[in-house]
Structure formats: structure tokens, C-alpha cells
């Protein structure tokens, strides 16, 4: 049994497919599978159920699986150990942060990090808040920068900043006239949001949810989905309707003057908290001090 067969199960249960599975892994799909069956063979226990169409856990399976990701959570512990007695900011830092936060993070807390930590390789990620939150248990991510709330066990969360949400608009607009939108008028108009899987688009139903029921009936067409926020900007500027974007994503300066307009809530005003989360035992608390204080000059509150 090895580190790297325990690997294989975890990727393959988050997956239920061998071909995604060996995909994630780097390695070829029948290396994975004889990886496994090898695996099963050592245990005398059959840990997936194999058809056509699906590959499911047996009960014995789940258990051993459920302990497998442990082991693996306390290898990366190990590994981070062994950084204890080098400079906590000469190795890399791997920093995580979800679709809607890093495009408009990263390119300015780059440089500042750097400023900072100039002997500190970084790689980032952007993904989902789930996929996220999996790669910092297993350690293949050090931090990760996600939107409240946030809960996992053994994990330290530390407040960044916070932003209010605005509403997008195209120019001439019948709401361009306002000076601030109430929130309850949303379901009103041709709402243009993220798919599903997006913690922002369920903060916003959170902060009205009457859009709910436009999803339950789509003969109201009032509500179009886009893949990310950037795509959602284009289709407001291309007159197909409006949407809710996070401050940080509103980038009217892309356009020109007379493309897109932005206009504040009325109270009470939708928000968003942006947090840094870390596994507790992550050794090297001098680099996650390192990025607070660069995310902190970059004066985003």
C-alpha cells in the first residue's frame, strides 16, 4: 500500500469515472485501474462497484476511503514539517482562491506579495469553493481565499476585507435615472447570473429570494446564466440584460464611456465577506501574515 494508491482512491471516489480520475492523477487510465485493483487485491475487499455507466463505492469502500484522505492530509503535514527549519518565506506558497475573488485579486496582490516576499515563489489557482476547500485538506494548496461563510474542521479563517454589491446596467437603461436600486425590484428585469455551483450567485438569491421562484418558472425568462463574471459583464454591455456583480468585478473602465453604468443598492445593501482560510497545522505563519498584509495595502475597504 502506498501513498500514492491512496491517492488514486480518493481521486477516483470524487470522480466516479477512471478516466477523469487518471486525468487529476497525471497518469494513464489503465495505470489507475491496476493501481487500484492491485490495491484490492492487497485488502482482499473490493472497494468500487464497476459498471458502464458508473463506478460507486462499496461500503467497505467508503470507510476505507474516508481514512485514505486522512492519511493523505497527514502526509502533507509531515511535508510541512519538514519546512519548519528552512525560511518560511523562500518556499512556495500555493494560494487558492475562488472564479469570482481571483481575477480581480491577483493581478494587484501579486506585485504587493512580491514586494514583500521577494524570495517567495507563489502559485495560484482559481476553482470552486468545494474544489478548493478538498485541495486544502490535502494539502495541495496552502491558503485559499474564499467568501463567508467558510466553515471546515482544523482550519483557521482570518477576515480580508468586505464589499458591497452594485447592480451593472447598459447605458440608457430605464434605471439609470435612480440613484440607488432596491434590492426587491431585481425580479423585474432580465437578470443575467452565474450558473450554478457559484457561491455568489447563491448570495445573491440569499439577499432576494424572490429570484428563486424565476428559476422554478422558466416561462418568465427573466433570468439568462453565464460562465463567469467576465461573460456576464459582455452580455450587459451588449444590451441583453442587467446583473449583480461584486464591486472589485464591476470594470466599467473596459468600455467606453457610454457602454455600461453601475448604480449602488438602497439600504440594506447586499455584501460580501472575502476571508483567508489555512489548515491550523500549516507551519509557516510568517507567509500567511505575508499575504494579509499585502491583500491590506492593497486598500480594498
Request: charged content about 25%; overall charge neutral.
Amino acid at each position: 500500500m502506498t501513498l500514492t494508491e491512496l491517492k488514486y482512491i480518493v481521486t477516483l471516489e470524487q470522480e466516479r469515472h477512471f478516466g477523469r480520475a487518471a486525468e487529476l492523477c497525471f497518469v494513464s487510465q489503465p495505470t489507475l485501474s491496476v493501481a487500484v485493483k492491485k490495491l484490492e487485491e492487497e485488502l482482499g475487499v473490493m472497494l468500487f462497484e464497476r459498471s458502464k455507466s458508473a463506478v460507486q463505492l462499496t461500503p467497505v469502500g467508503e470507510k476505507i476511503v474516508n481514512q485514505a484522505r486522512k492519511v493523505l492530509e497527514q502526509a502533507a503535514v509531515i511535508k510541512e514539517m519538514a519546512q519548519e527549519g528552512k525560511s518560511q518565506l523562500t518556499s512556495p506558497l500555493r494560494l487558492g482562491a475562488i472564479y469570482t475573488i481571483g481575477p480581480y485579486l491577483f493581478p494587484h496582490l501579486i506585485p504587493k506579495l512580491q514586494n514583500l516576499t521577494p524570495e517567495m515563489p507563489l502559485y495560484i489557482e482559481e476553482n470552486y469553493t468545494a474544489v478548493l476547500r478538498r485541495k486544502l485538506r490535502s494539502g495541495e494548496l496552502d491558503a485559499i481565499i474564499i467568501a463567508l461563510p467558510f466553515t471546515e474542521a482544523d482550519v483557521v479563517t482570518r477576515e480580508l476585507y468586505s464589499e458591497p454589491f452594485e447592480v451593472l446596467l447598459p447605458k440608457n437603461h430605464p434605471w439609470e435615472k435612480r440613484s440607488k436600486i432596491p434590492i426587491s425590484d431585481l425580479p423585474s428585469q432580465k437578470l443575467l447570473m452565474l450558473g450554478e455551483g457559484h457561491c455568489f450567485r447563491d448570495q445573491v438569491i440569499e439577499a432576494c429570494p424572490a429570484l428563486e421562484a424565476n428559476f422554478k418558472d422558466p416561462r418568465q425568462g427573466l433570468i439568462a446564466e453565464g460562465g463567469s463574471l467576465e461573460t456576464i459583464r459582455h452580455m450587459v454591455a451588449s444590451g441583453l440584460g442587467i446583473t449583480v456583480l461584486p464591486y472589485s468585478a464591476i470594470g466599467m473602465n473596459q468600455y467606453a464611456p457610454d457602454v455600461l453604468i453601475s448604480r449602488p443598492f438602497a439600504e440594506p445593501v447586499p455584501s460580501r465577506t472575502v476571508a483567508l482560510a489555512w489548515r491550523a497545522s500549516f507551519p509557516r505563519p510568517k507567509a500567511i501574515e505575508a499575504l494579509v498584509q499585502a491583500v491590506a495595502q492593497l486598500k480594498l475597504v
